[in-house]
Structures are given as C-alpha cells and as structure tokens.
C-alpha cells in the first residue's frame, strides 16, 4: 500500500511537471524559465534544489556520529553559500542577461576558460546528482521490502525525474519545486512532533544530545583540526557559488530584488530547517536505543528511515517517504538539469555553431537524456559510497578550478586570462597532488588547491605586468646611458 501511494505522488509529480512544460516556448524557457519566476518561487525552488538526500539521510548520520563539528560542511557551509550569493554575487551577474555561469567566463576571460570551465562545473554534478539518485534506490528497496533492488530502484528513480524535466527544464523544476517544498517542510514538521512524543518530549531529545557532545560545533584549537575544519566549511560554502543550479535560480528571477532576497532567504531557512532531520536522528536514540545503535554501526542513513517504518503509524509512514521524495526529487531535477544546459551552451556550440534556438533547444533536451543515463551508471557504479562524501567530493573540484576565476573577474579589474588559467591549472593540480598522496593526511587537498588556485591568479595576472615594467625601466635607463 505504501509503494502504492508513493508511485501515485511520482506520477502526480510527472503530471505537474509536465503541465508546467507547456510554458516552454525557446532555450531561455528551458534554460531560466524566462527570467519570469517571482521572490517566492526564487525561495522555494532555492531552498528545494538545497534540501536534498544529504539533508535528510546524510547530515543526521554525519551529526549523530560527529555532532555539529562534523556537518560544518552541509548545512551551515551549503547555506552560507546561497547567502553569499545573494549578497555579493547576483545582482553583477543577473546585470548581464546570460544564459550559464560559463557564458560569464567566456565574456570575461575568453573562450579557452569557458570551455575548462564548463568541463569542472559538469564533472562536479556527477558526485551530486549520484548521491540523490543513491538515495531513491535506497527509498524504493526500503518500500519494497527488499524487493526491488537499490539499483533498479535508482533506475525507476532516474526514469521519474527525467519524465517532467526533458520536456519542461527549468519551468518544470521551478513548479514543482514549489510544490515538493510544501510537502516536504509540512511532512517534515509533522514527523518531528510525532518523534518528540514517542521519546517523551523535545526537551529529553535536546538533553541526550547535550550530554553527547553533539552541539560542539568549533574544532580543538590544534593546527590539525583548524585547517580541516576550515578547509570542510569552504568545500561548499565557496564552491557551490560557480554552479549552474544556483546561476539558473538567480538568472530565474523577474528582477533583480528576487535574484538577491531569493538566495538570501533560502539559505537561511535550508540552515534552520536543516536541524529537523538532526532532531529525528537523535530522537530514534531514545525510542529505539539498541536498533539505533545498531545502524549507527552499519550504516547510519538507514537511522530515520528505519524509524519511521518500524515506530510509526502507517499515516506518519505515507507522510515521510512523500517528505523524502520531494527532497530527492527537486534536488535531482535541477542537477540534471544545470550540467545538461552547460554542456550545449557552452562545449557544444564551440564544435556545432547554433542554427536555430529550435534545433538547440532540442539538442538541450537529448543532453538531459544522456546525462541522466551516465550519473545512474555512475551511481550504481558507486553502490556503497556514503552519501555525506559524495556530495563533499563534486564541490571540491569547482572550489578549487572554478571559484577563483569568477571572485576575482567580478571584483579584481586586474584579473586576466592568464591568471585564471593558471589559478585552474595550479588548483586542480594542486588538489589532485595532496588528493592521491600522504600530504592529503597532513593538510586538506581542497584548501591546498584553493590557495595555489589564488596564488595562480596573483602570478599570472601580476607577473606579466611587472615583466613589462621591469623591461621598460630597463629601457628607460639605457635611453639614458646613450644621452650621457
């Protein structure tokens, strides 16, 4: 009955989305809805796109074996980011009418570092969009009874996203975004009043998670755990800025109040709802001491879901696994959506010129096909990685290849091409060198290639110059030798 009820939301979901798809007209209709969608949609598909299989499985196992220390990374760094790109990024970059964030490399700094670029910004989305697709696969086998398999259930999974985002892009995901977030933030509260209850009130689940430690958030003042600690806060807090799913919410905006309140106002809320599936994972700790402990051993993301299924009513049961699925769903839409739109507009057309805005946005909707078939491929190749580090790993390669080029070309008139291909060059190198060897056990790879990326621009777009006044100086004093 419940596999039921969950494969009727999917199709009301399909339904909705593909309603929506109507609306789609040429590529700016797939791409940013038309620049059309108002502050209260900004906020909602923002906040959807953000609460994602991480949040509601990944997070409460991160936090229920690290505490507030160990999820730095996601929710307060993934949080911070929208805010942060809603204070300092999207009013210059909604000024400039573009299609992707990689047609702003391309304005600023040239074709060569659009096309990089957009190679980073697609291979990040593959970790992402593999960890919600993981979790769909976790959903339909948990519904089944074991039944179904996790990797066809990644398959069904992957079959229900794509059916509405292939025809609808953009318009699609924004309808029904606004719709799952609904679901989700209502389901989610109802759940968390329902656990409070059975462990015997809010206040006993505050306690016991006191008395763990788990609300120790800064590190022991020792090098070691700074840097890490630090280097965890940026991997999403920086390198989630230079992605095509937040540039798409903002370039969806009607104007520019939506495209910088939107971003602000969704980060804040994703931080502070953030801590209900954290609620939910201590609470099982006291209504099910030794099957909690017991997963937290295997595998803590089964922790909630696991919860649910065995303590609650068949009406709390419906109520969750609809939450989870607008979670993984308006998370999945729009990460296949952003690397697909990427790949067309900007590596493409650099080998097929655009012929007509028709033909591309055909070639848009058979990226979306393709793309979705390689990440659940890619997901069930990864069966068993932790969804927590999957999401961690696609945000460091755009932290340390993309974040740099786009801070520096928005607010250093100095920045050059040159730089920004050696601040690419030396941030990924930099990352993969401590990544693969035992200096990554000393010094965290995505802080090291985040400061060789910064020392790259410096160089490069510094070095040049100070070339050239160095050889005129030494111009200018031989024209006075031959004077005198």
């Known amino acids: 009955m419940l596999l039921t009820l969950v494969i009727v939301y999917l199709l009301v979901t399909i339904a909705i989305g593909l309603w929506a798809a109507k609306r789609?007209?040429?590529?700016?209709?797939?791409?940013?809805?038309?620049?059309?969608?108002?502050?209260?949609?900004?906020?909602?598909?923002?906040?959807?796109?953000?609460?994602?299989?991480?949040?509601?499985?990944?997070?409460?196992?991160?936090?229920?074996?690290?505490?507030l220390n160990g999820v730095v990374e996601d929710p307060f760094g993934a949080g911070t980011c929208l805010i942060l790109v809603g204070i300092f990024f999207a009013a210059k970059l909604y000024r400039m009418t573009l299609l992707t964030i990689s047609d702003y490399y391309r304005e600023r700094y040239g074709r060569a570092v659009e096309v990089i670029c957009s190679f980073i910004i697609i291979l990040s989305y593959l970790g992402w969009v593999s960890a919600q697709v993981t979790a769909l696969g976790l959903v339909f086998n948990?519904?089944?009874?074991?039944?179904?398999?996790?990797?066809?259930?990644?398959?069904?999974?992957t079959a229900s996203i794509l059916a509405y985002t292939l025809f609808g892009g953009m318009w699609s995901v924004a309808v029904t975004d606004f719709m799952q977030m609904i679901i989700l933030v209502v389901g989610l509260t109802l759940i968390a009043v329902f656990a409070a209850n059975l462990a015997g009130g809010a206040d006993k689940v505050v306690s016991l998670a006191?008395?763990?430690?788990?609300?120790?958030?800064?590190?022991?003042?020792?090098?070691?755990?700074?840097?890490?600690?630090?280097?965890?806060?940026?991997?999403?807090?920086?390198?989630?800025?230079p992605q095509q799913d937040v540039?798409?919410?903002?370039?969806?905006?009607?104007?520019?109040?939506?495209?910088?309140?939107?971003?602000?106002i969704g980060g804040i809320s994703y931080i502070l709802f953030a801590f209900v599936p954290m609620f939910l994972v201590t609470s099982a700790l006291i209504i099910m001491p030794e099957r909690a402990t017991q997963l937290i051993a295997e595998d803590p993301q089964k922790v909630i879901p696991t919860l649910v299924m065995e303590r609650m009513p068949f009406?709390?049961?419906?109520?969750?696994?609809?939450a989870l699925l607008s979670a993984l769903k308006s998370t999945a839409s729009a990460t296949l959506l952003a690397p697909s739109v990427t790949f067309v507009e900007n590596i493409w057309r650099q080998v097929f010129p655009r012929i007509s805005d028709k033909q591309e946005l055909r070639t848009m909707r058979a990226a979306v096909l393709i793309f979705s078939v390689c990440v659940c491929t890619y997901a069930i190749a990864l069966q068993g990685t932790p969804i927590y580090e999957m999401v961690s790993a696609a945000y460091q390669v755009t932290l340390v290849g993309a974040f740099v080029p786009l801070v520096f070309g928005l607010y250093w008139k100095r920045a050059s091409t040159q730089g920004a291909?050696?601040?690419?060059?030396?941030?990924?190198?930099?990352?993969?060198?401590?990544?693969?060897?035992?200096?990554?056990?000393?010094?965290?790879?995505?802080?090291?290639?985040?400061?060789?990326?910064?020392?790259?621009?410096?160089?490069?777009?510094?070095?040049?110059?100070a070339i050239r006044n160095v050889q005129a100086s030494h111009h200018k004093l031989a024209g006075i030798e031959q004077k005198a």
């Open 421 to 465: 291909i050696f601040a690419i060059v030396l941030g990924m190198l930099s990352w993969l060198i401590f990544l693969n060897t035992p200096a990554g056990e000393v010094f965290p790879a995505q802080l090291a290639g985040f400061l060789a990326a910064i020392a790259g621009m410096l160089i490069g777009s510094l070095g040049p110059q």
């Open 210 to 241: 006191t008395s763990k430690d788990l609300f120790r958030f800064f590190p022991e003042p020792k090098f070691y755990d700074i840097v890490f600690f630090i280097a965890a806060a940026i991997t999403m807090m920086l390198g989630s800025i």
């Open 24 to 67: 789609v007209k040429n590529t700016a209709d797939f791409a940013i809805a038309g620049r059309n969608l108002p502050l209260v949609m900004i906020i909602t598909t923002t906040f959807a796109t953000w609460f994602g299989s991480e949040t509601v499985l990944g997070i409460p196992a991160k936090f229920v074996q690290s505490g």
């Open 315 to 322: 009406i709390m049961q419906v109520i969750f696994f609809g």
């Open 247 to 264: 540039f798409q919410r903002v370039m969806s905006a009607k104007d520019e109040y939506a495209a910088t309140r939107g971003p602000v």
């Open 142 to 157: 948990l519904l089944s009874g074991g039944a179904i398999s996790i990797p066809v259930g990644m398959v069904i999974g």
